[in-house]
C-alpha cells in the first residue's frame, strides 16, 4: 500500500510526535469504506494516526494512544488531538475534553468525540461538529467538503532513541555549582569591557525569551519570568531589549548580558528586519529600541549610538531553535538565518546554536533530561541544524528552558549553565581575535 501523505506531510506529523515512524494499517479506498473494515484492520493498535482526504485538496485527521474497539463506549486521551494542514504547515488542535477523546463505535471509522468522524456510518463521509471536544472550525479542518476520497490510518511506531554510551560527557551530579562559580568569577579578556554582550536570534517561539528566564531564574534560585515568553505565532518581544542577570534578588550582575531581538518570521516585511542585524552587531541599537519590520534603523532614529565602544558591540551570537521543528524549518527562515549567518561571519563574530524544547523532541529525554546525550535522535537533529546553519557541531548545544515548571531541576540547570560557559568561552576567542588584529597593526 502507497501513502498520501507527501514526504513533508509525514515528517510534519512525526515531529509532532518524536522519533517514530508511521505503519500505514488501513486505506480505505482498498480495505472498504466501512466500519468492520476499519475495526478488522486496527482494532487495539495504538497509538493510531488517522487521515481523511478530499476533493477540496484537504488533508485532517486526529491522533490517539488509546487501542480501537467496538465498545461503543467513549475513552480517556489526555494526549488526543485533531489537526489539518495549511499548505505544508500542520494546524493542531488539542482535545479540550479527555474523557470524551475517542469514541468506539462499530459501524464507522476514526471517531474522535462527537467533533470529527472519519467514514462515518460506513460511507465516504465526514461527520464533522466543532465544539464537540475539540475545537476548530469546519472552513479550516476540511474546507466544508464533507465527501471523502481517502481515508487512511496509521500505527505509530516508536524507534530506538538510546545510545549506550554518551557520546558527550557531562559530570551531573558535581557539575552545577562550578558551573555557577566559573561564570560568577569570569572577566573578559578585554579590560575595556566588564560584560559579555550575547545576541539570541532565532524564529518566533523558539525560546529565546525563555532561555533568558531560565538562566534568570538559574540564578534567582527559583522560576522566574522576567521577559515576556510564550508561544504565539507573531513575537512577543517588540524592542531590542538588554538583559543583565544579577547573582540573587540582590547581587552584583553576572559578567554577560543577553541581548533579545524580535523573532524572526518567514514572510517579507514580518518579524526581525535582516538589515537590522547589522546595527545590533555593531552596537549601534540602544536598548528597549522598537523594531519595525517595514524599516530598518538608520543614524537618525532615537537613541542611534553613533559611536560605541567595545562594550557596545555584540561578543557573540546564538541562535535559538526549536528542536521539535528543524526537520520542517521553511526553506525562507532557512534562508533568513543563513543570510544573517553571513553577516556575522563577515565581522567575525562567534556563533553558537541552542537547540531548545529537547524533552518534546525525544521521549527519552522527557523521561529523563540526563538522557540528552544518550539520545540517537536529538544527535541527529544537532546534526541537521549544524548542516542546515552551516556552523560545526561542536558550536550546538541543547537545553531545556523552564517553561511549565515551579521549581528548580538540578540537570535541567546544568545543561543551561553549560551553555553559558560556551558562551563565555566563544566570547573570548572574540577578544583575542580583537587583540591578535591590533597587535599585527603595531607590528
Not at 472550525?137 to 554518551?166: F, K, W
Not at 560568577?184 to 550575547?198: E, G, L, M
Not at 541552542?354 to 541527529?380: F, M, Q, R, W
Request: glycine share 6%; aromatic share 10%.
Amino acid at each position: 500500500m502507497n501513502s498520501m501523505l507527501t514526504r513533508s506531510q509525514h515528517g510534519t506529523i512525526c515531529s509532532q510526535l518524536g522519533r517514530v515512524k508511521l505503519q500505514l494499517l488501513y486505506k480505505a479506498s482498498i480495505h472498504g469504506f466501512t466500519g468492520p473494515a476499519f475495526h478488522q484492520r486496527c482494532d487495539n493498535r495504538c497509538p493510531t494516526v488517522s487521515v481523511g482526504y478530499n476533493a477540496s485538496g484537504y488533508v485532517f485527521g486526529g491522533y490517539t494512544k488509546q487501542p480501537f474497539s467496538q465498545s461503543e463506549a467513549y475513552v480517556n486521551d489526555d494526549q488526543a488531538f485533531l489537526f489539518t494542514f495549511s499548505g505544508e504547515k500542520l494546524l493542531k488542535y488539542p482535545v479540550t475534553g479527555s474523557g470524551n477523546a475517542v469514541r468506539m463505535v462499530a459501524n464507522s471509522g476514526p471517531y474522535f468525540g462527537e467533533a470529527l468522524v472519519l467514514v462515518n456510518g460506513s460511507k465516504a463521509v465526514v461527520h464533522s461538529a466543532p465544539g464537540n471536544f475539540y475545537n476548530f472550525t469546519a472552513a479550516d479542518m476540511h474546507g466544508n467538503d464533507l465527501t471523502l476520497t481517502e481515508c487512511e490510518v496509521y500505527q505509530v511506531e516508536g524507534e530506538s532513541h538510546s545510545i549506550e554510551r554518551p557520546w558527550r560527557i557531562i559530570h551531573w551530579e558535581s557539575v552545577k555549582n562550578e558551573l555557577k562559580e566559573s561564570i560568577k568569577i569570569y572577566q573578559p579578556t578585554d579590560s575595556s569591557v566588564s560584560q559579555a554582550r550575547v545576541l539570541l536570534i532565532g524564529p518566533v517561539g523558539a525560546g529565546k525569551s525563555s532561555f533568558f528566564n531560565s538562566i534568570n531564574s538559574v540564578f534567582r534560585g527559583h522560576v522566574t519570568s522576567q521577559a515576556m515568553a510564550g508561544c504565539f505565532t507573531a513575537s512577543l518581544t517588540r524592542h531590542f531589549r538588554t538583559y543583565s542577570v544579577k547573582d540573587g534578588r540582590k547581587g552584583k550582575p553576572l559578567p554577560i548580558i543577553f541581548c533579545d531581538t524580535m523573532g524572526l518570521e518567514e514572510s517579507t516585511g514580518a518579524g526581525l528586519d535582516i538589515e537590522d542585524i547589522s546595527s545590533i552587531l555593531k552596537g549601534h541599537l540602544p536598548d528597549r529600541y522598537q523594531f519595525n519590520p517595514s524599516a530598518s534603523l538608520d543614524s537618525d532614529s532615537s537613541g542611534y549610538l553613533k559611536s560605541p565602544e567595545l562594550k557596545d558591540k555584540i561578543h557573540c551570537v546564538t541562535y535559538v531553535i526549536d528542536a521539535c521543528k528543524v526537520s520542517i524549518m521553511p526553506p525562507k527562515l532557512e534562508e533568513k538565518l543563513n543570510a544573517i549567518r553571513r553577516k556575522v561571519n563577515l565581522m567575525g563574530i562567534p556563533q553558537l546554536v541552542l537547540l531548545t524544547k529537547v524533552d518534546e523532541a525525544c521521549p527519552l529525554v522527557k523521561e529523563d533530561v540526563k538522557n540528552i546525550y544518550k539520545s540517537s535522535y536529538i544527535k541527529e537533529m544537532m546534526q541537521e541544524v549544524s548542516a542546515r546553519l552551516g556552523v560545526p557541531l561542536s558550536c550546538v548545544v541543547p537545553v531545556k528552558n523552564y517553561s511549565e515548571e515551579l521549581e528548580l531541576d538540578p540537570d535541567c540547570t546544568t545543561l543551561l549553565l553549560s551553555a553559558i560557559i560556551q558562551m563565555l568561552r566563544f566570547t573570548d576567542n572574540y577578544f583575542d581575535d580583537i587583540s591578535d588584529k591590533f597587535s599585527n597593526i603595531e607590528v
